[in-house]
């Protein structure tokens, strides 16, 4: 899939405009847009290419070298299990859970054709404050995420139910760990839209006394 299919969509409100522009860092930094996983399909990044992404969401700001988070790829031939995994959680915690809400776990599973799994995994012996790794654990899934636009694929990280539920995250790690969220990586089956912004002026001050 190449980079230029990607940069090139339909915005709704102004018309063509560029994403995931991979002609200079800065340029992919600022035309940078997640992908929506339901629409991601074949091809995603093969195992060389997993390896550089994973190996970038490290390098991100750790006070302390602590490495307060991890990574956990599930693979295509895990997807049926990952979908049984969700439901039976799910049905678990709401016993009276219907059809439709069954149904959106198991699709939750199946989304993209990669899937990486990313874990808060503080340090709590460490004098380093648990606020400072959450925000290397925010640091490194947002670095995965600029690793996997850079190949010139798209990435989405979700949330949601499967998140916080305990019996999920047993499943991943330790009960001292949290998920911080499921990133969804593959191509996208149809353009990028934009998504509403902030100003720079609502939200950069300059300080004064």
């Known amino acids: 899939m190449s980079s230029a299919a990607l940069r090139i969509s339909a915005s709704p409100d102004s018309g063509p405009a560029m994403f995931n522009d991979t002609s200079s860092p800065l340029s992919l930094l600022l035309s940078r847009r997640s992908g929506k996983p339901r629409d991601m399909v074949s091809p995603g990044p093969d195992a060389t290419q997993m390896d550089a992404i994973l190996a970038a969401a490290t390098r991100v700001p750790d006070h302390g070298k602590l490495a307060p988070w991890r990574f956990v790829t599930v693979g295509a031939d895990q997807r049926d299990a990952l979908s049984a995994l969700l439901v039976e959680a799910y049905r678990a915690e709401k016993p009276d859970a219907g059809r439709l809400e069954?149904?959106?776990?198991?699709?939750?599973?199946?989304?993209?054709?990669?899937?990486?799994?990313?874990?808060?995994?503080?340090?709590?012996?460490?004098?380093?404050?648990?606020?400072?790794?959450?925000?290397?654990?925010?640091?490194?899934?947002?670095?995965?995420?600029?690793?996997?636009?850079?190949?010139?694929?798209?990435?989405?990280?979700?949330?949601?139910?499967?998140?916080?539920?305990?019996?999920?995250?047993?499943?991943?790690?330790?009960?001292?760990?949290?998920?911080a969220g499921f990133i969804f990586i593959g191509s996208p089956?149809?353009?990028?839209?934009?998504?509403?912004?902030p100003l720079p002026a609502d939200v950069i001050s300059h300080w004064q006394r």
């Open 189 to 197: 089956s149809r353009d990028l839209e934009e998504r509403p912004r």
């Open 102 to 179: 069954l149904e959106a776990m198991d699709q939750f599973a199946r989304q993209a054709p990669a899937l990486v799994v990313a874990l808060s995994s503080p340090k709590p012996e460490s004098k380093i404050p648990a606020w400072e790794q959450e925000l290397s654990v925010g640091a490194a899934c947002m670095q995965l995420l600029n690793a996997v636009h850079a190949q010139g694929f798209v990435g989405g990280w979700l949330t949601g139910w499967p998140t916080y539920s305990d019996r999920v995250r047993d499943a991943f790690g330790s009960a001292d760990e949290r998920i």
